[in-house]
């Protein structure tokens, strides 16, 4: 495959993990990673101000050579995807909350979604519930601090033994990341869970997604 650009933007350490795993999987390939240090967390923030911290980023991934862009916050994607398709010429591919997989998978019939305030107050997580999640009990922890405990790197184990153990006492047998920087702490929430709930996030469908976008550019 030709070596490409890849814009990879979140708004802080959360997308890093993600371009990670891009580098590993399409070694030949070029990351340009953006962040937005001045207004990170975005979680709780407004919708229309987000759109107006992303956008010109975005452009000027665009404006330095990137053929494709990984918007690596579920915020963001939840949110403003569809917006952003229509004002950038490049293809944009998201990540959002596995609420499919993990109502698939689940054999208790109760799901666990970690995400922001702002991606769960989100018109397409509530299609996704709505589409996928009928049948499951969806449980939403507050996970609202957590972005800012990963950012500036101060993890409170017991804060996140907490809700994970009361996630898998609700009866909870999948646990979604649905927050870029919850992957940084994967490992250790795989951990606390374990036998008893499985941990997923998007990042490998999102890879292969990626992986077929590119093929497709000439
Ligand atoms: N990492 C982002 C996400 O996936 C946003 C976290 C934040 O800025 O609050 O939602």
């Known amino acids: 495959m030709k070596n490409r650009k890849i814009g990879v933007f979140d708004s802080g350490?959360?997308?890093l993990s993600v371009a990670q795993a891009i580098q590993k999987a399409?070694?030949?390939?070029?990351?340009?990673?953006?962040?937005?240090?001045?207004?990170?967390?975005?979680?709780?923030?407004?919708?229309?101000?987000i759109h107006g911290f992303v956008l010109p980023i975005l452009r000027s991934l665009v404006d330095e050579g990137c053929e494709v862009i990984?918007?690596?916050?579920n915020t963001v994607?939840?949110?403003?995807?569809?917006?952003?398709?229509?004002?950038?010429?490049?293809?944009?591919?998201?990540?959002?909350?596995?609420?499919k997989p993990a109502a698939t998978a689940s054999k208790t019939g109760i799901i666990?979604?970690?995400?922001?305030?702002?991606?769960?107050?989100?018109?397409r997580?509530?299609?996704?519930?709505?589409?996928?999640?009928?049948?499951?009990?969806?449980?939403?922890?507050?996970?609202?601090?957590?972005?800012y405990m990963i950012e500036t790197n101060q993890i409170n184990h017991e804060k996140i033994a907490n809700i994970v153990?009361?996630?898998?006492?609700?009866?909870?047998?999948?646990?979604v990341l649905g927050c870029t920087h919850y992957h940084w702490i994967e490992e250790l929430i795989k951990q606390m869970a374990a036998g008893r709930?499985?941990?997923?996030?998007?990042?490998?469908?999102?890879?292969a997604q990626l992986k077929r976008v590119l093929q497709q550019l000439t």
């Open 125 to 147: 997580y509530r299609w996704l519930k709505s589409e996928y999640a009928k049948e499951v009990k969806v449980l939403e922890p507050d996970c609202s601090d957590w972005p």
């Open 70 to 73: 990984v918007v690596a916050c």
């Open 26 to 49: 399409l070694p030949e390939s070029e990351i340009i990673y953006k962040d937005d240090k001045q207004h990170v967390p975005y979680g709780n923030r407004d919708v229309e101000e």
């Open 165 to 175: 153990n009361n996630l898998c006492g609700q009866g909870a047998d999948q646990i």
């Open 13 to 15: 350490v959360g997308g």
């Open 197 to 207: 709930a499985t941990v997923i996030q998007p990042e490998q469908p999102v890879i």
């Open 112 to 123: 666990a979604v970690c995400a922001t305030p702002r991606t769960l107050s989100s018109e």
């Open 77 to 99: 994607t939840t949110n403003l995807i569809e917006n952003l398709r229509e004002e950038l010429n490049v293809p944009l591919i998201g990540m959002e909350p596995m609420v």
